[in-house]
């Protein structure tokens, strides 16, 4: 015929760009095997309410069964003339078993068929980012504890602010990434509705039987509007999004890292197997998968707005704008998948100077609050006035290029006279820290407590 797929209304084939711009077989065939798993489920079902024989439907899984074979040993033959994933099996399923394979496609449409193997790849896809983001966070878990006590600067604006743990700072990514897994099983409970069935739009006359499909396709139950189930692609943009926020997150540490192993920093050095060196430079060792994460951190964001911008707009229900849906998606998760796992291939393998840390953290009067704590504690200043003082005791010092600790106690008391020699105990980091016991706070004895909280927590989850 003149079309291989619909040659009954058809004279003529498509034009070569039409070809070109119409299929998808060079990304989606990605999704064979949740194609082939979805046409024996329905296969299944057809046979069991009768609207297919027996014998069809074991034709139709021999055959199914035998392309998934096909496909994994690399010796089936990808046609761009027949567009998609789903023709591509279809056509060979015609090929291996004749005339019942036209049977397989009775109450079912490409459009619930597209959107219940993307649904599936999705939730299997959400299912490994989980497994990888535990991991990371176990990565951080060690750290956390081993440095619980380790002194460094606590930033803002990037400017020495407090000193804070090492610990409590990867607690922080804990956290964080602990906020993403629970987004990724969200976007799992809200995507676990199985579409096949919804055919084109409307459903379909034939009786079938949705739970059943939905069941045995590891669904928790069926979509409830036919419309909607080809028409929405939210849980493709549920998974951009946390991908996105969890690629932000990834690209703030990958930032840190870039940061903290600078020789002028040099809080922690990356080990040989996460670093490379330069071809010309030879005392250089880079962090360039800290610098890719940074980076492709830019095209999963990008991937959310693309899609965002395919689906504005798009009248309900079916239109061929959303076959762009899945590259966008497949990138991300390839890109998400790589930076989690190098990530946790850095944070667990890294040496972490805590001296470099700590000298850090004395720098810049990092201790200027505790100061200003110790004049409202201990002399009942309020608390406007201690900032006043104590910002004339960072001038004092800073003029005479010292730091506050090194300030004699005669210089202090010019100051205000009512200081004591006692001031002193808080102006070391590792006393600053110490103190800092508030619920979630940085003093060691926190950060085991949050520690040993996540331990627990990751567990049970
Ligand atoms: N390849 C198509 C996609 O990814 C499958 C659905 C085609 N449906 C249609 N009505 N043309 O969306």
Redesign the pocket.
């Known amino acids: 015929t003149s079309n291989q797929m619909w040659g009954g209304r058809f004279a003529s084939g498509p034009a070569a760009v039409m070809e070109a711009i119409n299929a998808?077989i060079g990304f989606?065939r990605k999704l064979y095997s949740q194609d082939i798993r979805g046409s024996l489920a329905h296969s299944e079902m057809l046979a069991e309410k009768g609207i297919i024989s027996a014998e069809d439907q074991s034709r139709i899984a021999h055959g199914l069964n035998t392309i998934l074979r096909e496909i994994e040993e690399g010796t089936f033959t990808f046609s761009t003339r027949l567009?998609?994933?789903?023709?591509n099996v279809e056509a060979r399923l015609a090929e291996l078993i004749g005339p019942a394979a036209g049977r397989l496609h009775t109450a079912r449409?490409?459009?619930d068929?597209?959107a219940v193997d993307?649904r599936l790849w999705v939730k299997e896809e959400l299912v490994s980012t989980a497994e990888g983001l535990k991991r990371l966070i176990a990565a951080f878990l060690d750290r956390a504890e081993e440095h619980a006590a380790t002194v460094m600067p606590g930033f803002t604006h990037l400017q020495s602010a407090q000193p804070v743990t090492f610990g409590h700072h990867c607690m922080a990514y804990v956290e964080m990434f602990a906020r993403d897994l629970s987004r990724v099983r969200d976007a799992v409970e809200r995507l676990d509705e199985s579409p096949l069935g919804a055919a084109?739009l409307a459903g379909t006359g034939f009786p079938i039987d949705r739970q059943a499909t939905a069941r045995a396709l590891g669904f928790r139950e069926p979509t409830r509007n036919s419309i909607d189930s080809v028409s929405d692609r939210d849980f493709a943009l549920e998974f951009l999004a946390v991908a996105s926020i969890c690629a932000t997150h990834l690209s703030r540490l990958a930032e840190e890292i870039v940061i903290w192993s600078t020789p002028q920093f040099g809080f922690v050095r990356l080990s040989d197997s996460f670093s490379t060196g330069s071809s010309i430079m030879p005392q250089k060792k880079n962090p360039d998968a800290a610098e890719l994460v940074r980076a492709k951190t830019g095209r999963v964001n990008g991937h959310l707005v693309g899609l965002l911008t395919v689906m504005k707009g798009l009248p309900l229900a079916?239109s061929?704008d959303?076959?762009?849906?899945?590259e966008a998606v497949f990138d991300a998760a390839e890109a998400l998948d790589l930076m989690i796992a190098a990530m946790t291939g850095m944070v667990s393998d890294m040496t972490v100077n805590a001296d470099a840390m700590k000298r850090a953290a004395g720098s810049g009067y990092s201790t200027a609050t505790d100061l200003a704590d110790w004049l409202v504690r201990v002399l009942g200043l309020p608390f406007r006035e201690a900032h006043h003082v104590t910002g004339r005791a960072v001038a004092m010092a800073e003029a005479k290029k010292t730091g506050l600790e090194k300030l004699s106690l005669e210089d202090l008391q010019t100051l205000h006279s009512g200081i004591t020699e006692d001031v002193y105990s808080v102006l070391s980091v590792r006393n600053s820290v110490s103190s800092r016991t508030s619920f979630g706070g940085t003093a060691p004895s926190q950060v085991r407590r949050q520690t040993r909280y996540w331990r627990k927590r990751l567990a049970k989850a």
Do not use: C, G, P
């Not at 959303?322 to 899945?326: A, F």
């Open positions: 998808s989606d567009e998609d994933i789903h023709m449409s490409r459009n068929q597209v993307f084109a079916y061929k959303m076959q762009e849906d899945k």
